[in-house]
């Protein structure tokens, strides 16, 4: 039933990887193994997504645009639960990719089980100590980049119940990316599909039927992301879930401690720097945000929408980032560096076509698309304009993603780092700047969001075609 409901995601995503092996752009072989990785993971990734989406939506018809702005100040504190979650279940795919396929394993693998169980515990000690921060003293965070009475009110109330599930939520980073990395997206697409579907549901009746507002949205969210987290513990541990029948891995929790402190090791080498390319990323949006909060609200409730819209455009990376790192990390677990080469160029241009399509469109169509979130005279023209901003800037997160996969299967993940943070600070952060102090105005925000993800991508994409990523991996292979 599931399938049938999802078929025309699954037929779009690869017929276009058809349409571009025909035209000789893509091996048709590996088109096909990329869209059966892929899709499932953007379908996940659309649900995630559009949860977040249908909150802001959902606040702003409720109670208004001070509360659109309330949640996006407390969105960057929320998401370092995925900043943090996110590098290390980097890591996490990459040791997996790499240990399933290097002796053909079975469930219940013991190399394999020691990654997630390293990486479960480093996932918990990550965003536990934020959860108890942003509990205890969440209206000063919030005042340190918002402004006005009402909007730092809601953001303060959102940021302190929504914080209780980020452990919950790097939990299931690094379950869906165990999965990934042994060959299975379909998987984690039913467990976090379902729950951003389920979390939708109860939002809208903690929201509408109760009246509790932001604090409705974020109890929603802390349910729905403990109880995915759930799920996975049971799938993982018993090596099936219902519904979905076997996985392909079985986790052992027990393991022995010099496999753990060496796995350790790894994890932290490969994770870090992914964590601090999204740290960068993520802690840029605290003084942006400052930034923009210059223009006045109703500006910075615009920015939120299209922001919300970008993370929408950008949920194909998710899929074939993920793809990339799981087919080129299982080439390289057994020795074939051609063949991860050549995985990594295939999906590298498949996702580019993809996200080239999605932002065409929604360019068009960005004026009906900022009506969905607000009907603000003064907010709507505002988002369609940044809307279109982010369908430029879009395009270069593909690349950026598409070249980030080999490099996160190499254990290579230093220089997106770099070209995150020169991207941020040297380029975006100054425009946006120079946009609410100068006569530049808005073009100052427009400028910000394409440079943050040109020039990291340019960065990026230059040591993915260096090919020093193939020579790192040696270094984590199991053999």
């Known amino acids: ?49 559009s949860r977040t989406a249908v909150d802001v939506a959902m606040v702003g018809a409720a109670v208004g645009a001070p509360a659109i702005a309330g949640v996006g100040f407390a969105t960057p504190y929320w998401a370092l639960a995925f900043v943090l979650g996110g590098g290390i279940a980097g890591g996490t795919i990459s040791l997996v990719s790499q240990r399933f396929s290097a002796s053909d394993q079975q469930k219940g693998d013991a190399g394999v089980s020691t990654a997630v169980a390293v990486s479960a515990a480093f996932a918990v000690a990550a965003t536990l100590p934020l959860t108890l921060l942003f509990w205890a003293a969440p209206e000063p965070l919030i005042r340190l980049i918002g402004s006005g009475g009402e909007a730092v009110g809601y953001g303060a109330r959102y940021l302190r119940l929504v914080s209780l599930s980020m452990p919950f939520a790097a939990l299931n980073l690094v379950a869906s990316r165990t999965l990934v990395g042994a060959g299975d997206a379909w998987a984690p697409m039913v467990v976090r599909a379902g729950g951003a579907a389920a979390n939708v549901a109860l939002n809208a009746v903690l929201i509408f039927g109760f009246g509790w507002g932001v604090a409705g949205a974020a109890l929603g969210t802390v349910v729905t992301t403990a109880s995915v987290t759930g799920v996975f513990a049971v799938g993982l541990t018993a090596g099936r879930l219902p519904l979905v029948g076997a996985l392909p891995v079985r986790i052992r929790w027990a393991a022995s401690g010099g496999r753990r402190r060496r796995t350790a090791r790894d994890l932290f080498a490969i994770a870090a720097p992914l964590a601090l390319t999204s740290f960068v990323q993520m802690g840029a949006q605290f003084p942006l945000l400052a930034i923009v909060s210059l223009f006045g609200p109703q500006v910075v409730a615009a920015f ?8 929408l455009l ?9 793809a990339s790192s799981s087919l080129v990390g299982q080439a390289l677990g057994r020795g074939r560096e051609d063949e991860a080469t050549a995985y990594g160029r295939d999906v590298l241009r498949f996702a580019l076509a993809v996200y080239a399509g999605a932002a ?18 003064a907010v709507a023209p505002a988002a369609a304009a940044l809307i279109r901003a982010t369908c430029v800037s879009v395009v270069f997160w593909g690349l950026m993603n598409g070249a980030l996969g080999p490099l996160r299967a190499g254990g290579d993940t230093r220089w997106p780092f770099y070209g995150q943070a020169l991207g941020l600070f040297a380029f975006a952060l100054p425009a946006a700047y120079l946009g609410a102090t100068t006569a530049l105005g808005m073009a100052g925000l427009y400028a910000a969001l394409v440079l943050e993800t040109v020039v990291p991508a340019a960065v990026t994409y230059a040591r993915y075609r260096s090919g020093r990523w193939r020579v790192m991996s040696r270094a984590y292979r199991p053999a």
């Open 314 to 322: 950008n949920t194909p990376g998710w899929g074939f980032g993920l």
């Open 1 to 49: 039933m599931l399938r049938a409901l999802l078929a025309p995601v699954r037929w779009t995503i690869k017929t276009v990887g058809l349409l571009l092996a025909r035209g000789g752009w893509i091996d048709l072989r590996r088109a096909v193994r990329t869209s059966d990785l892929a899709w499932p993971r953007i379908v996940t990734g659309v649900a995630r997504m």
């Open 304 to 311: 939120v929408i299209a922001l919300r819209v970008r993370d």
């Open 360 to 377: 065409a469109v929604v360019f068009v169509l960005a004026a009906p698309v900022a009506q969905l979130f607000t009907s603000n005279a």
